[in-house]
């Protein structure tokens, strides 16, 4: 993701938010018995939790940090 994206998805409340929406949809296709949407929802889902949580890095703290 670039810096710009990051801004967005600076309060934890966004992230959270964007997540469950994402698991919420995944859930929705596999009890539907779609598994081809459910395994792409599911790996959206999978992507939200890396990038979002795992490996975010505030933009904010990186610059304070940097001084």
């Given amino acids: 993701m670039r810096d710009n994206d990051l801004i967005f998805f600076r309060p934890m409340w966004r992230r959270v938010a964007v997540t469950l929406f994402c698991v919420a949809w995944a859930a929705v296709e596999?009890?539907?018995g779609q598994p081809f949407w459910g395994i792409i929802a599911s790996g959206i889902t999978a992507y939200?939790?890396?990038v979002l949580f795992y490996n975010y890095k505030d933009?904010?703290?990186e610059s304070t940090s940097d001084s």
């Fill in 30 to 32: 596999w009890l539907t």
């Fill in 48 to 50: 939200c939790v890396w």
């Fill in 59 to 61: 933009p904010e703290a």
